[in-house]
């Protein structure tokens, strides 16, 4: 932000009377602009023991292979943005079950919450944002070909959890190491990972 959006007058960073870090402050009405990190909700989906991925037809990563997700809306929760996703990305419509992980990307200012599903009907199809939707088994899956890293880790430990047989919902921060390119799972590391345990049946 280069201009303030009451006044358009233009905006300096510096700290405001009582807070602990700069902020963009409007150099004609004093107007401070805060930036709050985004939030990207998705769905990591499990019919017949596959699992649901989508090859995106968009920018970033146009043709590899990710989960239906995408930044949370105004007025919706968590799981309906979730579900809304995987509608417009994979034309299906889901049963959110319980969550599967929350990931702080402090380098870029995100928080991922994916959450576990399963079809709720029959049928799925690309949506404008996708290329093409499969189901694949888990030693299918396109490891090289996906998308994000944070999918890469949220995809290999919900299959963790199912081969133990014991749900955990995961928080961590996904730090990236600072080299090489931000898209490639082998340059980042989960820090501060937890798991919290869920009941057998996810919830």
């Known amino acids: 932000m280069n201009f303030c959006s009451h006044c358009g007058d233009a905006v300096d960073l510096a700290v405001p009377v009582g807070d602990d870090r ?3 402050v409007c150099s004609g009405c004093g ?11 998705g769905c990591v989906i499990e019919e017949g023991g596959k699992l649901l991925l989508c090859r995106r037809a968009i920018e970033p990563m146009v043709g590899r292979w990710t989960v239906p997700a995408g930044f949370l809306e105004l007025e919706e929760s968590l799981t309906q943005g979730a579900a809304r ?23 870029i200012g995100q928080v991922y919450t994916l959450f576990r599903a399963s079809l709720a009907e029959p049928g799925f199809a690309a949506g404008p944002e996708s290329l093409e939707v499969r189901l694949f088994e888990p030693e ?23 081969a133990s047989g014991r749900p955990n919902l995961h928080l961590g921060h996904l730090r990236w190491n600072g080299e090489g390119s931000r898209f490639r799972a082998a340059n980042y590391e989960l820090g501060d990972h937890r798991r919290v345990g869920l009941d057998p049946d996810g919830t």
């Open 140 to 162: 299918a899956i396109p490891w090289d070909e996906l998308a994000f890293p944070v999918i890469d880790f949220a995809l290999r430990l919900y299959l963790q959890d199912r």
């Open 85 to 107: 996703e995987t509608w417009e990305e994979a034309c299906a419509r889901v049963r959110v079950a319980a969550p599967l992980a929350s990931f702080d990307l402090l380098h």
């Open 31 to 41: 107007a401070i602009h805060y930036e709050n990190p985004r939030v990207v909700v």
């Open 22 to 24: 700069a902020r963009r």
